[in-house]
């Protein structure tokens, strides 16, 4: 798991804002797949599962945007 942080690092370091928009486009559009081959009557769980996780994972991130910004504009 060490090396899989290390490459993902790696990775991130090399790229540019650009990238980045690239890789959350592919993402975007694997959950979008993903969303629909759940079958009707699970639909309802998936969907709050699915928003816990951008919510869990939305806030850190612009926390981390304000921070830059902030840092930047001082």
Do not use: H
Not at 10 to 15: A, P, Q, V, Y
Not at 34 to 54: H, R, T, V, Y
């Amino acid at each position: 798991m060490k090396k899989l942080f290390y490459y993902a690092d790696r990775f991130l370091e090399k790229s540019t804002w650009r990238d980045i928009a690239v890789l959350k486009f592919c993402l975007l559009s694997l959950g979008i797949l993903a969303g629909m081959q759940i079958p009707k009557k699970n639909k309802k769980e998936a969907g709050l599962l699915a928003f816990f996780i951008f919510a869990v994972t939305y806030i850190p991130l612009m926390k981390k945007l304000i921070g830059v910004v902030a840092e930047k504009e001082q």
